[in-house]
Nanobody, 118 residues
Framework: QRQLVESGGNSVQAGESLTLSCKAQRMITSTFTAADMGWYRQAPGNQREVVATITSSGNTNYADSVKGRFTISKNVGRKTWYLQMTGLKPDDTGVYYC?????????WGQGTQVTVSS
């Protein structure tokens, strides 16, 4: 059984919105509470890059290319974090991976495809 389960990827037109979610289904709540988590993406032929991160205390950080369009958030009770994406552009196309780091353990989701057509 996977540590992280992602969902929400889809094919959309430019300007539309999507929300990705990632659930840490095997993580106990106290570990999740202490975790830093994020979203990364990898476009064909490119290296994986950070999109957004959120610390255990709720501080967020975004790649310049998504500032003002994407929002990362988390729900501790559900052990889930989200990436709300608005104003999607073709350059946002790629496989999106969620990541969580807690107490020296680093976990990745299986990836979910986001395709934005112009």
């Amino acid at each position: 059984q996977r540590q992280l389960v992602e969902s929400g990827g889809n094919s959309v037109q430019a300007g539309e919105s999507l929300t990705l979610s990632c659930k840490a289904q095997r993580m106990i709540t106290s570990t999740f509470t202490a975790a830093d988590m994020g979203w990364y993406r990898q476009a064909p032929g490119n290296q994986r890059e950070v999109v957004a991160t959120i610390t255990s205390s709720g501080n967020t950080n975004y790649a310049d290319s998504v500032k003002g369009r994407f929002t990362i958030s988390k729900n501790v009770g559900r052990k889930t974090w989200y990436l709300q994406m608005t104003g999607l552009k073709p350059d946002d196309t790629g496989v999106y991976y969620c990541n969580v780091f807690s107490f020296g353990n680093d976990y990745w989701g299986q990836g979910t495809q986001v395709t934005v057509s112009s």
